[in-house]
């Protein structure tokens, strides 16, 4: 089974790093669309042509099986994928939403995430469409606090408890009793330490990476194969300098080889 990853950036990085561990059988491709970064920043119809393009690719080299490790390119143009693309398509916010559906018993939930996949309101329709409550907060200082490598830093401690300390006000007086949290964005993983110290024990946290390769392997029972897998092949559309760099904080180990493709305009 050969996998497509495919994120905006860096984040997606971190899904792959929790299929890999979760489905070490299966052979990966990863798409970085560094030059068309941030997907945020752009509209739906951009969004849905970037990500149908980069769809398009990953299935040229032979994916049999794309993950949509990018929140915005989930939550504006999964349709869009999926008309595009020829095998079968997982995106990371039905995953997230899926997760916090097994996992709260009270039925209320929190999400954070950036600003553009909040103002998207992607989990919170996802969620209430599996009879959730929610409550979604922007967190825009996270993103590049990680990218700088502040992981365990001080300011990204105080960053991160003074968002979580006004998510929880919120949720109090929404009246919503959370017993969930999902990290809405694939940059968030690398800050899942520093989150569950920041809320309440009774408080479980969603990590989105986790959440996604462990529905990818259940939809792909039976069907993986056994071989050894081949090395994972990186693809950007911007500095391979910069992805071998960046991308091998996000990953956990370094990135060697990466192939600078040009997707168009």
């Not at 996802?126 to 606090?145: D, F, Q, T």
Request: hydrophobic fraction near 45%; aromatic fraction near 6%.
């Amino acid at each position: 089974m050969k996998i497509g990853v495919f994120d905006s950036g860096f984040g997606g990085l971190t899904v792959l790093r929790a299929l890999m561990d979760r489905i070490p059988e299966a052979s990966y491709l990863y798409l970085g669309d560094t030059a068309r970064l941030p997907y945020g920043a752009k509209s739906r119809e951009t969004v849905a042509r970037y990500a149908a393009s980069s769809a398009k690719f990953l299935v040229g080299e032979g994916a049999e099986f794309l993950v949509i490790a990018c929140n915005t390119a989930s939550a504006l143009a999964l349709d869009a994928i999926r008309d595009a693309a020829s095998v079968p398509v997982l995106g990371v916010v039905e995953t997230g939403a899926n997760a916090a559906d097994v996992s709260s018993a009270t039925r209320d939930v929190m999400v954070i995430a950036t600003a553009a996949t909040v103002e998207s309101h992607a989990y919170a329709a996802a969620c209430r469409a599996r009879g959730l409550r929610v409550i979604e907060k922007a967190c825009p200082l996270l993103v590049p606090l990680v990218e700088e490598g502040w992981i365990e830093h001080p300011v990204t401690a105080e960053v991160l408890r003074i968002y979580l300390t006004e998510l929880t006000e919120q949720a109090r007086q929404a009246e919503l009793n959370a017993d969930t949290l999902v990290l809405g964005c694939t940059h968030y993983p690398l800050l899942r330490g520093q989150i569950e110290r920041a809320v309440p024990e009774t408080l479980w946290v969603i990590d989105s990476a986790v959440a996604t390769a462990a529905q990818v392997d259940r939809r792909l029972a039976g069907s993986r194969g056994t071989n050894t897998a081949e090395p994972p092949q990186f693809f950007a559309t911007d500095s391979v300098a910069k992805f071998r760099t960046l991308g091998s904080r996000f990953l956990g180990h370094a990135i060697e080889s990466v192939e600078l493709v040009d997707l168009g305009n």
